[in-house]
């Protein structure tokens, strides 16, 4: 258990590193270029990692759904945004922002398909998770 | 190299921050339904693979895109990929742990907030350095509880 633990804080800690180490590349090459070496890396690893015991071409592909494809090029818009970000509202403020927007986008995503939950402590969230995006926005530099 | 300096955070640069993690809800659900069709290691393979394609496409198309391929930059500026990769799996470990969904959000959470308070403070990979502020404690104490609020709320 506390393995898990230490999984899931270190996995927190490698999505601010990464957008870190993007950032730095992206300064002396492009925020695309960034992106496109991140997910060449990133494919290359995990062909890597497939050839190691993972299927390259499980069963099931073809009854993948063609929008769900989409994934991969939001990635580069993700990352790439990041790497652009990071450099100009350093790491806490895009870290918190890119957080607001996944957890409001959920709650809408959620409310769309219909889950259910509480409506009441979602609302509170979302209320503070705006009430910190306005006070970010006072900062001078 | 040139020398980064932050920006004060007008509200074009933190809605765009905002709307990528708009974007991130997006890419989990599509990443989420290749997971559900194949598994976790294909999922990502296809995301990374496909992403890789679509930029390369976008930096042929596009010279004002590329400047340049290396950027003089050292080896680790790199392995934001290798990061990313790995960051996959360990989320896929954790959540089908004890720790829950809820749980693996709390302390990634945690773990994103302590990193990037550290990154500002010393100004690590060779971004801007800050000393993070009492607005900026403000703001993380505001959002993360409102991240809590969600997922407690969703788990209700």
Same mark, same amino acid.
């Given at each position: 258990? @506390?393995?898990?633990?230490?999984? =899931?804080?270190?996995?927190?800690?490698? /999505? $601010?590193?990464?957008?870190?180490?993007?950032?730095?590349? =992206?300064?002396?090459?492009?925020?695309?270029?960034? @992106?496109?070496?991140?997910?060449?890396?990133?494919?290359?690893?995990? /062909?890597?990692?497939?050839? =190691?015991?993972?299927?390259?071409? *499980?069963?099931?592909?073809?009854?993948? *759904?063609?929008? +769900?494809?989409? &994934?991969? *090029?939001?990635?580069?818009?993700?990352?790439?945004?990041?790497?652009?970000?990071?450099?100009?509202?350093?790491?806490?403020?895009?870290?918190?922002?890119?957080?607001? &927007?996944?957890? /409001?986008? $959920?709650?809408?995503?959620?409310?769309?398909? &219909?889950? *259910?939950?509480?409506?009441?402590?979602?609302?509170? &969230?979302?209320?503070?998770?705006? +009430?910190?995006?306005?006070?970010?926005?006072?900062?001078?530099? | 190299?040139?020398?980064?300096?932050?920006?004060?955070?007008?509200?074009?640069?933190?809605?765009?921050?905002? %709307?990528?993690?708009?974007?991130?809800?997006?890419?989990?659900?599509?990443?989420?339904?290749?997971?559900?069709?194949?598994?976790?290691?294909?999922?990502?393979?296809?995301?990374? !693979?496909?992403?890789?394609?679509?930029?390369?496409?976008?930096?042929?198309?596009?010279?004002?895109?590329?400047?340049?391929?290396?950027?003089?930059?050292?080896?680790?500026?790199?392995?934001?990929?290798?990061? !990313?990769?790995?960051?996959?799996?360990?989320?896929?470990?954790?959540?089908?742990?004890?720790?829950?969904?809820? %749980?693996?959000?709390?302390?990634?959470?945690?773990?994103?907030?302590?990193?990037?308070?550290?990154?500002?403070?010393?100004?690590?990979?060779?971004?801007?350095?800050?000393?993070? #502020?009492?607005? #900026?404690?403000?703001?993380?104490?505001?959002?993360?509880?409102?991240?809590?609020?969600?997922?407690? !709320? %969703?788990?209700?």
């Amino acid at each position: 258990m @506390s393995l898990m633990i230490f999984f =899931a804080l270190l996995a927190g800690v490698l /999505v $601010g590193s990464s957008r870190s180490v993007n950032g730095r590349l =992206a300064l002396t090459t492009s925020a695309l270029m960034a @992106s496109f070496w991140n997910h060449a890396v990133g494919f290359g690893a995990l /062909v890597l990692a497939g050839l =190691a015991g993972f299927s390259l071409w *499980p069963e099931g592909v073809g009854a993948i *759904p063609l929008w +769900a494809w989409v &994934g991969g *090029p939001l990635g580069v818009v993700f990352i790439a945004s990041g790497s652009w970000l990071v450099a100009r509202l350093g790491a806490v403020v895009t870290a918190m922002m890119v957080i607001a &927007g996944q957890m /409001v986008s $959920g709650v809408v995503i959620d409310l769309i398909r &219909g889950l *259910p939950g509480s409506g009441m402590m979602r609302l509170a &969230g979302v209320l503070l998770i705006i +009430a910190g995006m306005v006070i970010a926005q006072g900062r001078k530099r | 190299m040139p020398e980064a300096r932050l920006q004060k955070p007008s509200p074009f640069l933190l809605l765009a921050a905002f %709307g990528s993690g708009a974007l991130l809800s997006l890419m989990i659900l599509c990443n989420a339904t290749v997971t559900a069709h194949t598994n976790g290691h294909f999922s990502s393979l296809a995301a990374h !693979g496909s992403g890789m394609l679509a930029a390369l496409i976008v930096l042929a198309a596009l010279p004002a895109a590329r400047r340049s391929w290396r950027g003089g930059a050292p080896l680790w500026a790199f392995s934001g990929g290798l990061m !990313g990769a790995v960051t996959v799996a360990l989320g896929t470990v954790a959540v089908n742990s004890p720790l829950a969904l809820s %749980g693996m959000i709390a302390l990634g959470l945690l773990g994103q907030v302590v990193y990037s308070l550290l990154a500002d403070r010393f100004g690590w990979f060779g971004l801007p350095k800050r000393r993070p #502020d009492g607005r #900026d404690a403000l703001v993380v104490g505001l959002i993360l509880a409102g991240c809590l609020l969600i997922v407690w !709320g %969703g788990a209700a």
